[in-house]
Nanobody
């Protein structure tokens, strides 16, 4: 079984920063990609950022230049550094993992609220 444990969400004022973390309990070599998605109230879940096992990254246009995704392979952890936060960034943020061996897995979600 794969487990993803997220942390780092919370309440922040507009213009502030937060860093989300996601620890994966899985054999390291089996991870193909990890990423972050978010779902705001009344909206569909959307991609925020992804990073592959080779370090290639992909970002939603709405967060480019403000968010940075990174990985610590030794710790099986992916991070999302969020800066210049806006009220429209308010959502539940979900960690995602894809493995060709284990399939696709989701974390339980961590809420981020940005006040204006």
């Amino acid at each position: 079984q794969v487990q993803l444990v997220e942390s780092g969400g919370g309440l922040v004022q507009a213009g502030g920063s937060l860093r989300l973390s996601c620890l994966a309990s899985i054999r390291r070599f089996s991870i193909n990609a990890m990423g972050w998605y978010r779902q705001a109230p009344g909206k569909q879940r959307e991609l925020v950022a992804t990073i592959t096992n080779t370090g290639s990254t992909n970002y939603a246009d709405s967060v480019k230049g403000r968010f940075t995704i990174s990985r610590d392979n030794a710790k099986n952890t992916v991070y999302l550094q969020m800066t210049s936060l806006k009220p429209e960034d308010t959502a539940v943020y979900y960690c995602n993992l894809y493995s060709s061996y284990e399939g696709t897995w989701w974390g339980q979600g961590t809420p981020v609220t940005v006040s204006s």
